[in-house]
């Protein structure tokens, strides 16, 4: 398995980025790193899902600058949601 840097966002206005595929054909589950950059007025959402269409939050901010979050759950697909507009946001991975 490769992992690959990957832009789950990157926008001022609210919305959700691309959903990625993860690679899970091996027996053991990496550890994926995600970095948000965003307003402190504004929410990001990482999600998850298990079966492409149902999706769940890992990882909620709000009220801060920077965030790093380690991810070890073998989920499908993952994808970052914006809410707010009060200025850019950038949510990047080693997925």
Request: proline share 3%.
């Given at each position: 398995?490769?992992?690959?840097?990957?832009?789950?966002?990157?926008?001022?206005?609210?919305?959700?980025?691309?959903?990625?595929?993860?690679?899970?054909?091996?027996?053991?589950?990496?550890?994926?790193?995600?970095?948000?950059?965003?307003?402190?007025?504004?929410?990001?959402?990482?999600?998850?899902?298990?079966?492409?269409?149902?999706?769940?939050?890992?990882?909620?901010?709000?009220?801060?600058?920077?965030?790093?979050?380690?991810?070890?759950?073998?989920?499908?697909?993952?994808?970052?949601?914006?809410?707010?507009?009060?200025?850019?946001?950038?949510?990047?991975?080693i997925i």
């Open positions: 398995m490769q992992l690959r840097q990957a832009t789950l966002y990157s926008a001022s206005a609210a919305g959700t980025g691309d959903a990625y595929a993860l690679d899970y054909r091996f027996p053991t589950t990496p550890t994926r790193s995600i970095q948000t950059t965003m307003n402190a007025a504004d929410t990001i959402k990482i999600q998850g899902t298990i079966d492409g269409t149902n999706w769940v939050d890992i990882a909620t901010h709000t009220g801060g600058t920077s965030f790093v979050d380690t991810l070890s759950i073998p989920y499908l697909k993952i994808r970052a949601v914006k809410t707010g507009t009060a200025g850019a946001a950038l949510v990047v991975g």
